[in-house]
């Protein structure tokens, strides 16, 4: 499903983000993605959703070579995926409904598929009752669960997710990861970036590690891949 080969990212300031990085993950894999700080770790995500180029090297996602990938097409492919923040990026000046059902009708959804599709998945993530609250009345972790079920209402097979917990609880961190998680049982494929080695550990997840720009370890419950 994701495939980096040789893939490099020289920033315009002489930054080598990436070198040479090569990794592949399966269509239905859960791969936590760690590392030091400046590693590489969100300059692979913005690879990931083709929000940047490669400065060499190939770059597969469900069978598309990004490297091709022409300029307009990007948002097509971007729809494609499911994609969570850690500073949630919600609406402010819109319900948790509105949040949810705005990432259908952006598509063009009809309305009465939303007003099925929306209410399913608040009760997914457990928000059935916040549907009328404003992001601002909701804890980090509920708004957390509002970026989780925007990026699930399209039914990606793709869910990628940058420091999804950097700012909510740990318990909370806990329970996102945990419903990451339970969609990954689904089928859905998650790749999430986090430096919290505590909520790796809890999970029998694989877990690659960046550092400098290139992958450094691949491991599997401990053990070595
Ligand atoms: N747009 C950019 N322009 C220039 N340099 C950049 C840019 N984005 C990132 N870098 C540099 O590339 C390197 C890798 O950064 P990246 O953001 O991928 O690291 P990271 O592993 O996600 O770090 P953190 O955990 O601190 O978020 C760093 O040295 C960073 O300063």
Redesign the pocket.
Known sequence: MIEFVNVS?V???G????NNFNVSIDRGEFVFVV????????????LLMSE?KPSSGEIYVNGQNLVRLKRRKIPYFRRTLGVVFQDFRLIPNMTVYDNVAFALRVTNVPSKEIRSRVPYILSLVGLSNKAKSLPEHLSGGEQQRVALARALVNNPSLIIA??PTGNIDPELSFEIVDLLSEINKCGTTIVM?T?EHDLVSEFNHRVIT?DH?TLVSDDWNGGYR
Request: charged fraction near 25%.
């Open positions: 990212k920033y315009k300031t930054t080598h983000a990436l590392g030091p700080s400046g590693a590489g770790k969100s300059t692979f995500i913005k940047e940058d420091e970036v430096h960046i720009g």
